[in-house]
């Protein structure tokens, strides 16, 4: 049963934008600020591009146009804009990125709460280490709204940890130490899979997450082996 | 080509092949930093 | 020699000479149309893997390839099209063209331009000897340590092969791109200042500058991974003090310049055919050209982007974050004065026209969805996914590979002597337009519904399979746009050699010669140069440059 590929039900359980914590409620809204943006460049810029391309067909063989050879006032407008533009994507991203990358600020009471989970990343599955020291395969319990401090590791090639609606993905490195967070504020099934290519078995490296009650998860890691 | 012009060719070539070797020399010099100075 | 070195100009003796001529050939026009055969021959084997590729991931569970074939695969469509397509491809246009273009009658070094030539193909068979050595290279173009740095994880002879048949290619850019510095910058006809290049030029000096400063550290860290999978170092092995951290810090400080490298001359091949088929002079010449260049710089400040979920101390991710996003201003720079050059134009739709207009909007698309991976919010999702994928192929076929048709529209005439069949090249437009379309849009939603890269398949539960199948049937629409193309190259060649001196109203010199050019590239004295426009100059003044009643395509 361990030997087939594991496949647990995703059925849309991996689509960042379905939500399921703290973490992806602040990359949600990241993700539609830039979406908006970008569609109206794409449809301001490309509708002017397509307008171009159909306004200014050529009317008659002979017919030569006004040799504009630049404006100094829109050449500074269309530099000055989107630098200014993107300096607010840029704060946008630099005032929520710590707390993506390390969870709730240490003096904080949520971070009292914080629960620590050694992630092993093999050729070609995942181990889970909770804090009792003991483990399970493939699949996690996590109790509803507690943060988890994730460690990752790899025994052999880089591997990717990553629950797309829990929280954002990070390497497991072999010699290296990484450090990411992960947050369920719903309960229900989440699902997720090696992002960095590690070989033939690469896509075979489910990840299932649980996030359910305190109580279950402390039943749940209590019977678990050593 | 006349020949003043080939040297000066010459010279220009010489010196941009001895800047690539140079680039890879770097290239060994960061990966010596960087393991030198204990990183994870 | 020259006399007897007419190329195409006269029956092809039927004897070993006129092979041996052309290997032998140090002629620049010659050694350019050998890296358009060369590369194009690498970018339809690269192509077909992919479509092997696409009709594996057209379902799921599928076992058309099992999942070693399918990493061989992709390692390799991805090396393909890179080292020995994208990058080349341009060597192509740039040898033939850009003596013509400064007023030169070669480039600085013909025979070291003939020996670089030969190494593409060289280097291009040994990477896929692997194939016949128990399995070519299989850890991604990337080939991250350790998977690719050890033999206990890649085996393969292979893998090793790769590395040496990048390392042979390398070689060949660096000295093509000391090739094209000499030449720019010596040896120029007088009157062409710096300001009045044709801006193909200037984009070749800033991608050669690249090349030349770059790849040193791609042959650096292929040769440290060689030394440890052959003779025990330890350069990215953990266990014994090496970092794999180090392996892509130095792989992608060339890396990300190479992507500058694949699309800087294809800024430069459109902003050739903008003015000639709008009227207009390119709107904002200095801009374009001083915006080439900050591309360059800026792209050697950047490459952290494609490690934003490696573990890097947050202000180095905030800093390269920062500099992706500057890097935007001068390419947002780029599409405004393309729009500004159509803009009050009298446009006029050959084929490479239609490319230049599709390479804009692409183009457009591919930027834009890079700003997503450049917020380190979004990339902490989209990092290693199909986001990633699409946005990578918006950028090098919605982008380099249109440029490239683009060019070989523009300067077919010129190589060939011959034109391309108009209407054959529109249908190739609208079914490559569709078909690319079809096949990369939908790769962004499954992106975000989490599907990773490079993986040989998937679950149906996962609900990724209607959107891959559809990208399947896109990869198809694209392999008919190119075999349009290939027919409609053959019965040219195989045509009539009618092709005037100047078929387009072109505004720089290679088309002041005949079609195609003699041997010694000009048999005239050069019109003066006083613009950055010389024949438009010369052809407003009253000079005919083809013959009267000439049939114009």
């Known amino acids: ?226 | 080509m006349h020949r003043k012009n080939a040297a000066a060719n010459m010279r220009l070539g010489i010196t941009l092949t001895l800047i690539a070797i140079l680039m890879m020399a770097v290239a060994f010099g960061w990966a010596a930093l960087y393991l030198g100075t204990s990183h994870g | 020699m020259a006399a007897a070195d007419l190329p195409l100009s006269r029956p092809v003796p039927r004897n070993y000479q006129a092979v041996w001529d052309w290997i032998t050939t140090t002629d620049h026009k010659r050694i350019g149309l050998l890296y358009l055969w060369t590369t194009m021959a690498f970018f339809l084997v690269g192509g077909l893997m992919a479509l092997v590729m696409r009709t594996q991931l057209a379902q799921p569970n599928n076992d058309l390839v099992t999942a070693s074939q399918y990493n061989q695969l992709f390692t390799m469509h991805g090396t393909t099209m890179i080292f020995l397509f994208t990058i080349p491809v341009w060597s192509a246009f740039g040898n033939f063209m850009l003596p013509l273009m400064i007023g030169a009658k070669d480039m600085a070094f013909p025979r070291i331009n003939a020996f670089a030539y030969w190494l593409i193909p060289l280097g291009g068979l040994v990477m896929y000897s692997g194939f016949f050595f128990g399995g070519a290279a299989s850890a991604g173009w990337t080939g991250y340590a350790p998977l690719a740095d050890s033999k206990l994880y890649t085996p393969q002879a292979g893998q090793d092969l790769w590395i040496l048949g990048l390392y042979i290619v390398g070689i060949a850019s660096v000295m093509g791109a000391v090739n094209f510095l000499v030449t720019i910058h010596q040896m120029r006809a007088p009157g062409m200042t710096w300001f009045r290049l044709p801006l193909f030029v200037w984009a070749v000096e800033v991608t050669s500058a690249l090349v030349l400063l770059a790849s040193p550290f791609l042959a650096a860290v292929g040769a440290m991974v060689l030394m440890d999978r052959q003779i025990g170092t330890d350069f990215f092995n953990p266990v014994h003090g090496g970092n794999v951290i180090l392996y892509q810090l130095i792989f992608w400080f060339y890396s990300h310049p190479a992507v500058y490298i694949m699309i800087l001359p294809g800024f430069g091949v459109i902003s050739e055919i903008l003015p000639v088929f709008t009227r207009k002079p390119i709107f904002g010449y200095r801009a374009m050209a001083m915006s080439m260049a900050a591309i360059g710089v800026l792209g050697f400040m950047v490459f952290g982007h494609h490690m934003f979920t490696v573990g890097l101390p947050l202000p180095v991710q905030i800093f390269f974050m920062a500099a992706t996003m500057v890097i935007a201003v001068p390419t947002g720079i780029k599409i405004f004065n393309w729009l500004g050059t159509m803009w009050g134009g009298s446009i006029r739709y050959s084929s490479a026209m239609l490319f230049a207009v599709g390479f804009i909007l692409m183009f457009l698309i591919g930027g834009l969805d890079g700003v997503f991976l450049a917020s380190l919010g979004i990339d902490y999702e989209l990092n290693g996914t199909y986001w990633v994928v699409a946005h990578i192929h918006y950028v090098l076929v919605g982008g380099s590979l249109f440029a490239v048709f683009a060019g070989l529209y523009y300067w077919w005439p010129k190589m060939f002597g011959r034109y391309l069949n108009e209407r054959l090249g529109k249908w190739h437009f609208w079914l490559m337009l569709i078909g690319f379309n079809l096949t990369f849009m939908p790769m962004h939603f499954l992106g975000v519904m989490g599907m990773p890269r490079r993986i040989a398949t998937y679950s149906a539960a996962s609900g990724w399979g209607p959107l891959n199948l559809l990208e399947t049937i896109g990869s198809y629409i694209i392999a008919i746009a190119i075999m349009v193309f290939l027919y409609n190259m053959a019965i040219s060649l195989h045509g009539p050699k009618t092709a005037v001196n100047d078929p387009w109203e072109g505004n720089s010199l290679e088309w002041f010669t005949s079609s195609p050019p003699p041997p010694e590239d000009f048999n005239k004295e050069l019109p003066p140069i006083e613009s950055n426009r010389p024949l438009r100059d010369f052809r407003l003044r009253g000079n005919a440059i083809n013959p009267p009643g000439a049939v114009l395509p």
Not at chain 1, 111 to 118: F, Y
Request: glycine share 10%; with cysteine; net charge neutral.
């Open chain 1, 1 to 226: 049963m361990a030997a087939v590929g594991a496949v647990p039900v995703f059925a849309s359980n991996t689509n960042f934008l379905n939500g399921g914590g703290p973490s992806t409620d602040r990359i949600d809204m990241i993700f539609w600020v830039f979406t908006a943006i970008a569609l109206v460049v794409l449809l301001g810029v490309g509708g002017a591009i397509i307008y171009a391309a159909f306004h200014f067909r050529r009317r008659s063989p002979d017919e030569m146009p006004k040799q504009v050879h630049g404006n100094n006032r829109i050449e500074l407008a269309w530099t000055i804009g989107p630098l200014v533009v993107l300096v607010a994507l840029f704060i946008l991203n630099v005032v929520n990125v710590g707390y993506l990358r390390h969870g709730p600020s240490p003096a904080s009471p949520a971070a009292r709460q914080e629960i620590h989970i050694k992630v092993i990343g093999r050729q070609f599955y995942w181990t889970f280490y909770y804090p009792n020291g003991k483990y399970s395969l493939r699949t996690m319990e996590i109790p509803v709204n507690v943060p988890i401090e994730i460690s990752t590791e790899s025994l052999d090639v880089i591997h990717g940890f990553w629950v797309p609606q829990l929280g954002a993905k990070i390497d497991a490195l072999p010699g290296i130490v990484n450090h990411a967070f992960i947050e369920g504020n719903q309960l229900g099934t989440f699902g997720g899979q090696c992002y960095e290519f590690c070989g033939v078995g690469h896509d075979q490296m489910l990840i299932t997450v649980k996030v359910v009650s305190m109580a279950q998860y402390e039943s749940y890691i209590q019977h678990l082996p050593t």
